[in-house]
């Protein structure tokens, strides 16, 4: 997923921006591979899996949403 997410910057961001997109992207990557397995260890020890499921959720849904506004930002069509 990582190789994927960077080819899709590559392609879609402007050469002068993309360092700075894959840096973001770096970023998010190594915060989420240290804080999320330690968060979900933690709170799989007071609950079922299922809630962890649960949690996800909202986090799934905010990602398509700002997903449909950075694609759209990478990609030069900004609304006046």
Known sequence: MLALSQTLVADTAP??????YLGLLAMMWALSSVSWPVAGGAFM??????WVFYLSLPF???GFVLLSFVSRFVSGERRG
């Open 15 to 20: 050469l002068s921006g993309r360092e700075k």
């Open 45 to 50: 020890q007071e609950v079922s899996w299922r």
């Open 60 to 62: 799934y849904g905010a």
